[in-house]
């Protein structure tokens, strides 16, 4: 088996190992209810993390035997796999637009594979890994201060940030390859570097992902990070490591054609995934709207029969109040779920972050005597 066949066999394996790490991830994360760090105790969640720690194994090897642009692109059949599982193990039915992307997304891969040529694995030099690092370093603090200038439109800091942890996680992966090319030779003290870069852009990656999903949704923030990632990592396999498509000019614009038919159906999947699971109904009030009633008469003079008409009129315009149990009974079975996704991971293994549940209404509300 050569080694583009072995790195291709190792990639397809950790997609399906994270796709079910995701899967039961996400099953035990529904039926927490949000309770913050509660799967963890639960033996399940650490068998999801073990497939996902498998998988990232495999993408590593992966790297070290075959080229960046082939095996960073693979990650996202996590995506695709995820669905036939999901309604194998889980009886969850995907609609058509998510199997229409599947369908885009891996068309576009296959064409993207039956492109790639051949090419020897090598590693960067330390000038190399220190222009690579600064100029990464300056692209990620320019988004994130663009970022916050435009905080006061969501959409646009959303995608920003969003832009920025795609190419953090994008070159953590080539970093990840620099590393997986040199362990051939045996890793040495100028490795070291390296290893604490990777583990910052993995960090930073999360982090700004986490910070992207706050004011602008999921929908448009999972796919700009699906297709900026592998996009980066792909560019840099082939302007820094020589990598390169059959067929010369030809191959390389029909490889191009084929990214952009993955990263179309990529876009399908996570939109549709995310807009089936996001809830657009706000939930209903547990107390009703006051009935709109005429102004209160003036206050005659003060005689008897004044204050005796007055208390009357104040009486009927008092709106019954609800009883307060039943009305926390109410919100309390609000469904008020949270979208849950299944992204491709690329190597960096998914925590659950806790995240507001369906028991924050619950001391909303009080009633004023």
């Known amino acids: 088996m050569s080694a583009l066949a072995l790195s291709i066999l190792l990639s ?19 039926s927490e209810h949000g309770k913050s760090y509660a799967a963890m105790r639960r033996p399940v969640w650490w068998a999801a993390v073990a497939l996902n720690g498998f998988g990232g194994v495999l993408h590593v090897v992966a790297l070290a035997y075959g080229p960046l642009s082939v095996v960073q692109p693979m990650g996202a059949l996590t995506i695709v796999f995820a669905l036939p599982m999901a309604a194998l193990f889980v009886r969850r039915k995907a609609g058509a637009t998510a199997w229409r992307g599947a369908i885009m997304a891996t068309l576009g891969l296959a064409g993207l594979l039956s492109l790639v040529g051949n090419s020897q694995a090598h590693s960067l030099g330390t000038t190399q890994r220190v222009l690579l690092a600064v100029v990464t370093g300056v692209a990620v603090v320019s988004l994130m201060v663009a970022g916050r200038a435009a905080h006061r439109h969501p959409a646009v800091r959303s995608t920003l940030l969003a832009v920025a942890s795609g190419i953090a996680f994008g070159m953590s992966s080539v970093f990840t390859k620099v590393i997986a090319v040199d362990w051939s030779g045996g890793l040495t003290a100028s490795d070291l570097p390296t290893l604490a870069l990777i583990a910052v852009l993995g960090a930073s990656g999360l982090l700004l992902s986490q910070a992207a999903y706050r004011g602008g949704g999921l929908a448009a923030p999972l796919a700009t990070l699906t297709v900026v990632n592998p996009v980066v990592a792909a560019a840099v396999g082939i302007t820094m490591f020589g990598e390169t498509f059959r067929y010369g000019t030809t191959g390389t614009i029909l490889a191009l054609g084929c990214g952009v038919v993955a990263a179309g159906g990529l876009i399908l999947l996570t939109t549709e995934r995310l807009q089936h699971a996001t809830h657009t109904d706000a939930p209903p009030s547990a107390f009703p709207a006051p009935a709109s009633a005429a102004p209160a008469p003036s206050v005659p003079a003060r005689t008897e029969a004044g204050h005796k008409e007055t208390a009357a009129v104040n009486e009927e315009r008092v709106p019954t109040v609800p009883d307060t149990a039943a009305a926390l009974t109410l919100a309390q079975d609000t469904p008020d779920e949270e979208p849950m996704t299944y992204a491709a991971f690329y190597g960096i293994p998914y925590v659950p972050v806790p995240m507001p549940s369906r028991d924050r209404h619950r001391h909303r509300m009080r009633v004023k005597s």
Do not use: H, K, P, T
């Open 12 to 30: 397809l394996v950790s997609a399906v190992a994270y796709a079910g790490g995701a899967i039961v991830q996400e099953r035990v994360a529904d």
